[in-house]
């Protein structure tokens, strides 16, 4: 059995060159090959002298691996193509046990063959360092004979896997079987953290549907009025979130299949109905101290805030208890403490117009750069330094400018995702109210002609 996987390796001017300047990294390196840093960097993990037997298991395709690095820049310069994509990364992996170095390499060696024939500079790894032997490509990104680039879609990704597949076939070995798609990393990061995502907040709305659901057709109704848009003539139904581009299929929500209609109609039709009586809530009442009559109304950035926030659901609310909470805004509980923070921020500093906000930030800015200097200035006695008590309270002094200055970019960088957060809180405002008078017009016509 192998799996593959492929990846692009990218690399970007400011990383490389504050890598160029960090003193403690400072070789004496042909200049150019910082442009291809990244490029450099991959074809070095992957012909480890640890992980190959001491580059026993390295192979080139269309190129000499010791000289691979430079075979491809010339091919990216000669094809006037050296931005985007540095190359492809590939993998594939052997289940322990089931082959040999030799045969791994082989099959890595045909496999590379087999997808990218003659026109792709190709490095060949196969690394022994774990119990599961695996083959790493490195794959230029422009073509040495068409100087066209490889695109990585999803045709190439799944021709990568049948090509293995293929080969394992040919030598024996066993293939994956029903690969399905694995999460993204960003969900899979969120449900780790315990941070919402749009799957689980689905999965939310799904169960709150079931449970107040006595059939199928009910079910589907309460999703409706949630403001889902229901498939159910497909054969696997799929749900899109209020304010959402794509549709979900219940059955894929989870692994187990937990949401699939059949399981669903099911949980419905053997439920025990509730014969408890929901106790009424009491209303939650806030007090307000001072004069209400001179207490200023919020307006501008701080209003755009606190207004968002209560529909949310995060900020104390003189509302019905039963009230529901659009998904729109459901979807930005992932976010809660930074929006959360940054409208603090605003509050603090009395903020209500961009051009305010501006005006702060610049002034931060100016904060920060005399801070930078002073810093290096304090660097620089360091070095010159030769009294051990002197260059420890130079050092005290370093360290206290440091942390001020970490503060100030947090502040920065709060401001940063203000001017990018409020245009888009004002859109899911309207796309709310779009929603809500939609189905107000729905429910006085079904009022109407009941």
């Given at each position: ?5 492929i990846w692009?390796?990218?690399d ?11 003193p ?8 150019g090959?910082?442009e291809?840093?990244?490029l450099?960097n991959v074809?070095e993990?992957t012909?480890n ?5 001491k ?6 395709i269309n190129?000499e ?11 990216k ?5 050296e ?5 492809f990364?590939?993998y594939?992996s052997?289940?322990?046990?089931e082959?040999?170095p ?7 060696i ?13 490095v ?10 695996h083959?790493h490509?490195?794959v ?8 066209k680039r490889?695109l ?7 021709r990568f896997?049948?090509?293995s597949?293929e080969l394992c076939?040919e030598y024996s070995?066993?293939?994956v079987k ?11 990061y969120?449900?780790?953290q315990r941070i ?18 006595m059939s199928f057709?009910?079910f589907i ?6 403001g ?5 003539n ?6 899109k ?7 979900y299929r219940?059955?894929n ?9 059949e ?12 014969r408890?009586?929901?106790?009424k809530q ?8 001072g ?7 919020l307006t501008g ?5 606190f207004?968002?926030?209560y ?7 003189r509302v ?5 909470v ?6 930005e509980?992932r976010y809660?403490?930074k ?9 603090k500093n ?7 906000l501006?005006?702060?930030q ?8 005399s ?9 620089n ?6 009294n051990l008590e ?7 002094d370093v ?9 100030l970019?947090k502040?920065?960088k709060?401001y940063d995702d203000i001017?990018e957060?409020s245009?888009?809180?004002?859109i899911?405002l309207?796309?709310a ?5 939609k ?5 006085e ?6």
């Open positions: 059995m192998a799996t593959t996987k692009a390796v990218k970007n001017l400011k990383r490389v060159l504050d890598y160029a300047s960090n403690d990294k400072t070789e004496n390196e042909d200049m090959t910082y291809f840093k990244g450099k074809i993990y012909v002298d640890l992980k190959t037997e580059q026993f298991y390295v192979s080139g190129c691996p010791s000289t691979a690095l430079d075979q491809m820049i010339s091919t310069k000669a094809a006037h193509k931005d985007g994509v540095l190359a990364h590939c594939q052997f289940r322990p046990g082959v040999t030799e045969t791994a390499h082989k099959i890595g045909e496999l590379a063959k087999r997808m990218w024939g003659n026109d792709f500079e190709v060949v790894t196969t690394h022994l360092d774990k119990k599961h032997f083959n490509f490195v230029n990104s422009v073509s040495w004979s068409t100087h490889f990585d879609s999803h045709s190439d990704y799944d896997r049948r090509l597949d076939k070995l066993s293939v029903n690969p399905k798609k694995g999460k993204h990393y960003k969900e899979w969120d449900e780790k919402p995502t749009r799957r689980s907040l689905i999965i939310d709305d799904v169960e709150r549907a079931i449970a107040n659901s057709t009910m109704k309460n999703l409706e009025d949630m889902y848009e229901v498939k159910t497909v054969k696997h139904i799929a749900v979130p209020p304010g959402g581009e794509n549709f219940l059955h929500l989870t692994k187990d299949e937990k949401y699939s209609e399981n669903i109609k099911y949980r419905i039709f053997t439920k025990k109905p509730s408890k009586s929901v106790p009491k209303p939650v009442k806030y007090h307000y101290h004069n209400i009559k001179k207490a200023k109304k950035l701080k209003a755009l805030y207004h968002y926030m529909r949310m659901g995060i900020i104390p609310q019905p208890n039963n009230k529901k659009s998904f729109i805004f459901k979807e509980l809660m403490d929006i959360s923070n940054e409208a603090i921020l605003l509050s009395n903020i209500n117009t961009l051009e305010e501006e005006a702060k610049n002034e931060l800015n100016e904060r920060i750069d801070l930078t200097k002073k810093r290096r200035c304090c660097y006695k360091i070095r010159r330094c030769k002197t260059k420890e309270m130079l050092q005290a360290a206290s400018l440091t942390d001020e200055l970490k503060k970019r502040e920065v709060l001017k957060r245009p888009k809180m004002k899911k309207d796309q109210k779009e929603m809500e008078r189905d107000d017009r729905k429910y016509y079904k009022w109407r002609n009941s």
